[in-house]
């Protein structure tokens, strides 16, 4: 497994929309996975996108974000040609990050609940659901695929803060009505 240096905003490849990645048993898909995984923990996020580290494919990482009941940690979730869908509408303000933006956060409005589906890494269907935090990650990550950073998605670009006014952001959050909308 090798570190990827991650892409930052303003290089054309996050501007992208990414392809399909075809035959993930491919053995440059099976490095890109392991390195996707090393990177993301490495630089302490919760999700990474393939266009993140310059390749403009539609493959996500995400953290499992519930711990495993057997006290395991649960590998993390890979989802190859990932599809995403509001499981009732609902949505949520929340403050996120990116690796491609250090530095910042902001807080953007999601579905607070999606259904997913996708292929798993030998190209077997896979889907769920998810909410909470997973659900934020993965339209976060999906979003990427398409050439959409966070900001884009922002109402209200005065919610945009450094990481060291966090705590601003949230107290704001809070203020205007418990961030649920
Ligand atoms: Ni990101």
Redesign the pocket.
Known sequence: MTLRKIARLGHPVLRTRAAPVGDPTRSEIVRLVADMIETMHDAGGVGL?AP?VYEPLRLVVALPVRPDPGGEVAAPLVIVDPELSPLDGEEEDGVEG???IPGLRGVVRRWRRVAWRGRDRDGGPIGGTADGLLARVLQ??VD?LDGIL?PMRMHDLGLLAMDSELAHLQARMLSEGNGTR
Request: include cysteine; charge should be negative; hydrophobic fraction near 20%.
């Open positions: 996108a993140q990116c690796l491609s976060h990550e990427h966070y």
